[in-house]
């Protein structure tokens, strides 16, 4: 299976930029997705095939990344971002998703 | 509007079976692929299986032996059943529609949490 790597938690303050990484042991073409999840609640989509903004999802949140190597960026960062991030590949059989990036609002 | 809801037991005794059905609305089943995916208290997701638009199911390896997916299509619901349950299946078990050519997740339920009980 493919493993999603991605760091444990990140802090940041209000206003920064934070940049999110998701490394994956195999190559996934471009068939990356990220989610947020806050606590008690299902998963959100956010991004699509690594760079695509989902619909309704503010313009503060951005991704980028091929092959293995995937970063979602959020800039600015809002008090509200405070979540789990979760990113999900579809190219290689089973879905596999990362362990999530806890990130915490300052 | 699209809408998917699971509805299960809280609790389930060791070693039985669960049975988890995800109901959903503003699509269809035979036009859209409902998955299933899980998540344990504090841990991260974990997909489970799919059943396809035309019928057919797809099963995460780690669970073939023991899962089955299934659907009414009139009833517009899809079904999980996991038997020989253990303690490490204690988690929140979340239906969720495809969108099938990228492979992302864009429509979530709101979960059920089932506990595995000795």
């Known amino acids: 299976d493919t493993v999603l790597t991605q760091s444990p938690a990140l802090a940041v303050s209000p206003g920064e930029r934070v940049s999110i990484s998701c490394r994956a042991s195999e190559g996934v073409n471009s068939y990356m997705h990220w989610y947020q999840q806050k606590p008690g609640q299902q998963p959100k989509l956010l991004i699509y095939k690594a760079s695509n903004l989902a619909s309704g999802v503010p313009a503060r949140f951005s991704g980028s990344g091929s092959g293995t190597d995937f970063t979602l960026t959020i800039d600015p960062v809002e008090a509200d971002d405070t979540a789990t991030y979760f990113c999900q590949q579809s190219w290689n059989d089973p879905f596999t998703f990362g362990s999530g990036t806890k990130l915490e609002i300052k | 509007q699209v809408q998917l809801k699971e509805t299960g037991p809280d609790l389930v005794q060791l070693t039985q079976t669960l049975s988890i059905t995800c109901t959903v609305s503003?699509?269809?089943?035979?036009?859209?692929?409902v998955h299933w995916v899980r998540q344990p208290p504090g841990k991260g997701l974990e997909w489970m299986g799919a059943?396809?638009?035309?019928?057919?199911?797809d099963y995460n390896s780690a669970f073939k032996s023991r899962l089955s997916i299934s659907r009414d299509t009139s009833k517009s619901q899809v079904f999980l059943k996991m038997n020989s349950l253990q303690t490490d299946d204690t988690a929140k078990y979340f239906c969720?529609?495809?969108?099938?050519?990228?492979?992302?997740?864009?429509?979530w339920g709101q979960g059920v949490m089932v506990t595995v009980s000795s």
């Open positions: 059943m396809w638009n035309g019928g057919g199911t």
């Open positions: 969720a529609r495809l969108n099938y050519g990228p492979g992302y997740f864009d429509y």
């Open positions: 503003g699509f269809s089943l035979t036009t859209y692929n």
